[in-house]
Structure formats: structure tokens, C-alpha cells
């Protein structure tokens, strides 16, 4: 370029490096109906590059005067014949930044030279023949008002984005609305991640969320040029990147919509505190496994792979703890925890407001945005969820424990590292837990874990939804303090299975119908006696001791009991059908 157009290079458009905003491309300026009317055709190169401008030019020296981004209108009436000036004007255009050339044929060349489109094509550089004549003026005009018209739009799209995503920032949207918002702008996946690249929340749009998310963490890692990122940052402070998938072009930028998403999820993280991703993640992966809210097994896998809770080649467990009698607080009752020492997990109590690794030295590192801490912030699985004094909860640390147990021992469970999964839902809170192959729930987590339940453990994303309902039931069973396990419960487990099932229902409500009759109009506890006599089948004063009555009341009972259901209850056979029509009927 001469000397004397470097001062203008710092206010100089150049030739964009992907889709500008507003712009039209060579193919939509080909469409304007002076063009047409030449009957244009395109020889070489790619036509979606932007127009910034339109320029009309038969000087060979034309290559100095443009900025970059121009379409060229030429009739080559003053370029060279030669091919090997030809080859040279083509490569100082393309060096220019030109869009593309459009040649008028008739006037310098009847037909397109061969050296002219062998260089366009070997610089993928748009060249479109006329065959007829046509208004440079008309073509300028026409071209030019495209250009203003989609620069309106790219303005009036970004107040619009402006306005919206305000709006959601004053109106405390929560985070899933404005990526929602985000995706539907652009009619693309948007993915909110966290530092570790797990996935935080995400809408897939028109794809499946298996398609958009399989093996996520190590797709975002490799920085895939086609995938538009912004960090989601404020006061020096980064805690993820939103992603938005290729999509079509939007008027105001791709980037200019997660710019303005990101900053509304930025102030939305300053409000909600630390522990507000992990608590979406986990309270969203929960309420989506219990609610099936997927459309494919594969879709909940890649949504919960992706948000750093492993399945494949793992051994997965569901707990289920009724949370009447916990004493969670609202920072630990959502968490999404993992451990390398398993014995140091403790779900019921633990409440990583961020997403923690402990190692053995009691080191912590928080994907959820404050990078390395040694002893950092956070909660730690074992401690007290979020921790104001800074010092964390590690494996063999003080951490609270209700019930005054203090240090929790640290050691391996099974050799692998635990990863857990919990919310609470209701009055009960969901664990999943996922271990290293052939490990099993370490004796100290299931010992904190209180009354409820807990699975067999389960090889496959399948297994592990189908056991859910299970041991969701079979936690209904437990007594204060009980945790009863399915593996021991055969029958508590046939029931859970069947609990769909109307015969069941029909069964429970046969057998047991007198006496809930007769408990609903005396305010009586048939019921409850005859729990403790299935639970003690041949040991009256077992069952009398957990009826909490006296021998001669418990035989009281036990009369009016076989003399209501016209039972024998001294038999294997209508014990087992009580019991399993107790199972059914629930607590």
C-alpha cells in the first residue's frame, strides 16, 4: 500500500476474517436485480464473503486504492492481456482484501481469461462474469442501500439484545431463562460452562441434547474454531465461558448476543453468590432424572456426563435419605461433589456451594471460578458447605458434623475416586453416586446418610434410572434412624417394582381395607401393630416392643386384627400377602 494512505489505517475496515454483522455477502449483492439483468455468472472462489462497499474501477493500479472488503466493478478496460500480469493483478486484489470482482465482458475481454481464473481460484478470491452490460450506478446504488439497510438492522438487533437481556438482569431472571433466551436468538445450542469445562446448564435448540453434549469436556477443550465463546467474568473474578454451537448468522453478531448474555449472567452470579452454579446443576440434573425429563436414556447421560458426574465404566449407587429429620440449610442441600478419598464424602452434610477436588494434602481446586487455593474457599465434601472462615473441610478434618462426630477418616473407597450428585426434592434428598469399577459405597457415607435407602449398585445409565423409583419407595419404609439397603429387602423391592402395577394396588387395598376402615373411625393404629408383627413374624414380644405396647394390649390387638381380616396370622402364606400388601400401601 503507498506511504501515503498509512495514516489512514487505524480508521480503515478490513476485510473480515469471518461473517461481519450486517454486511451482505458477494452472493447477496449478486441478487440485486441490476445484476441479475447481466446474467452474472461465478467462475472462481467462495461468495460468501462480505461486501463493505461497492467500487467501480478499470485501472490495473486499483489494488492501491481499495481498504479491504470492496466489490469490484470492472469492465478491465485498462487491465493487461499477458497471463502473467494478470496472475499478478489478481494476487495484489486478494492481497487488498477484496471481496471479489465482478467483470463486464465485451469491452477489454470477450471471454475470461484462463490465467485470471486460475489465480482467483488459487486465492479463493470471488471473480463473476456479466454477459450483458449494466448501469455501474444502478448496481452501486442497489448494492450500497443492502449495505445501510443491514447496518440499521445490526443496530436496531442490538438495542433489541440490549433491552432484553436488561430487562432479565433487573428482573433477577435465573440463569437457564437467559441462556434459554440465548439459544432462541440465535437459533443455535448455548452452553454455559464452568472452568473445568462441565457443564453448568445448556439448551440444545432443534438437536438433541445427546448430539450437543456427548463427550462435552473434551470437545470445549480442544477450542474448536467454529464455536463462538465469551467468558462470563465481573471484578477480575472468571467463572466460565457460554458457548453458542455454529448456527446461523445473527444481524447483530453472534458474539455481540453472548456478549450481552454473559454479562447478564455475570451480574446474576454476583448476586447469587458462590454456590449458585453447582446448586442449579445438581437441583436441574435431579428434578430431570425423577421427572424423566429427557427424551432418550442417551440425552440424560450426555447432560449428566457433561456436568462432571461420570457413568460409563462406573459403578453407580442411589441414595435416599428423608430429610425431615436433617438439618440442611439451603447451601447444603444442593451439591455436586467429587473426592478422591471416599471415606471423606459425607452427602447429607456436606454442601460444596462450588465443585471441589480434595487431594491429600488438603488442597482444594474450585472449577466453579477461583481457580487453585491451597485451603480455599468453599465447601469441601465432609465440611460445612460454604465455609466464611476460608479454611475449608478436608478428609480428617474438623468440618461440622451433626451429631458431634467431628473428623471424618480419610481413605480410599475401593481405589477409585467417588463423585456424588444431590439435591433435595421434597422431603427427600436424592444422592447418586458414582464410583471406579468394581468399588463400593464407603461403611462411613452410608453411616452419615441417615433414615432412607440405598440401591444395589448399577452398570449402566439404565439400571441406575430404573433403581431410582425403587429405592425411593423402599426409603419410604425406613423407620427414624433405618437405613435399609435393597439388596436386604427382596420383597420391599417387588413392591417398589410393581408399584404401577393395579393388581398390586387392588391386592393391598383387599387385604388391608378393613383395617383402615377401622383405624379412620377410631382414630386406631391397626396398621402400625401389624407392621410390627410382619417385621417379627414369630416373635410376639418383638413385635410387642416395637408396637410400644403391653403384651396384653399388643394380644388385644392381635385378635381384632385376625378377627377384621378373617386371617390366620399365625401362617407363612397370609403373612407374606400382608407384608407384601403393607410394602404397597406404603407408610
Known sequence: MPADRLDFIADRTDRPEAFEPGLPTVADALEVASLQAGIPEVLAGSVDVPVRWVHVSDSERVAALLDGGELLLTTGAGWPGGADALTRLADELADAGLAGIVLELGTRFAVVPP???????????????????VKFVTVTEEVHRRIIAGQVEALQERQRLHELFTGLSLRGAPVEIVVRETARALGAPVVLEDLAHEVVFADAA???????????????RRLDAEWTRVPVAARGTRWGELVALPGPPHPAGRATVLEQAATALALSRLADG?????????????????????????????RLEASGFPLRGRALHVAVVRRETTTATRDDRHTMGRSAHGSGVNPRRSAPSVQIVTDPLGRSADPGGRGTVPG?????????????TGRGAVPGGRGAVPGGRGAVPAGRAGGGDVRTLSADIGEERILLVSLAAGSRIPESLLAELGPGAVGDPCASTGELLAAIPVVRRLAGQAAPGELLRVADRPLARLAAELSGDHRLQEHSARLLGPLIRHDDATDGDLLRVLRAIVAHPGNRTAAAAASHLSRS??????????????????????????????????R
Not at 376 to 388: F, K, N, S, T
Open 206 to 220: 432443534d438437536r438433541t441434547e445427546a448430539e450437543v453434549l456427548a463427550s462435552w469436556t473434551s470437545r470445549s
Open 376 to 388: 480455599g474457599r468453599g465447601a469441601v465434601p465432609g465440611g460445612r458447605g460454604a465455609d466464611p
Open 274 to 302: 458462590e454456590g449458585a452454579w453447582s446448586r442449579l446443576r445438581a437441583e436441574g440434573l435431579i428434578a430431570a432424572v425423577l421427572g424423566e425429563r429427557y427424551t432418550t436414556v442417551a440425552d440424560i447421560e450426555a
Open 553 to 586: 394390649v399388643f394380644y388385644q390387638r392381635l385378635t381384632l386384627i385376625a378377627d377384621l381380616l378373617g386371617a390366620d396370622l399365625d401362617d407363612g402364606e397370609t403373612l407374606s400377602a400382608l407384608h407384601l400388601a403393607l410394602l404397597a400401601h406404603g
Open 115 to 133: 490465467a485470471l481464473v486460475a489465480a482467483c481460484r488459487a486465492r479463493d478470491l470471488a471473480l463473476v462474469t456479466l454477459d450483458r452490460e
